[in-house]
């Protein structure tokens, strides 16, 4: 669970990176005030949020389980633990 909120973190992350790299680029202190005026972290939230959002979608649809998979729980074994899987 760990994993996805920080992929998720990660992914929100990426325009903020991105909009200070290039103000790294254009040679701006990246930590003035001035450089992020409001209606720019506005879209860059706004970015975010949607970067989010597909990243919820695409793990939603390409990871888990198969279609039609059954889960069969974790279980002890002749003393051995079994963990859960998909079959």
Partial sequence: MIRQIL??????LIPFA???GYLMIKRV?????????????????VAAVAIMIAGF???????????????EPAHMENGRFVPGRTR
């Fill in 57 to 71: 979608i695409l793990l939603a649809q390409f990871s888990g389980a198969p279609p039609g998979g059954t889960y």
């Fill in 18 to 20: 991105l909009y200070a």
């Fill in 29 to 45: 202190d990246v930590f003035d005030r001035a450089s992020w005026p409001l209606d720019r972290l506005v879209w860059l939230t």
């Fill in 7 to 12: 992929t998720e973190f990660g992914l929100f």
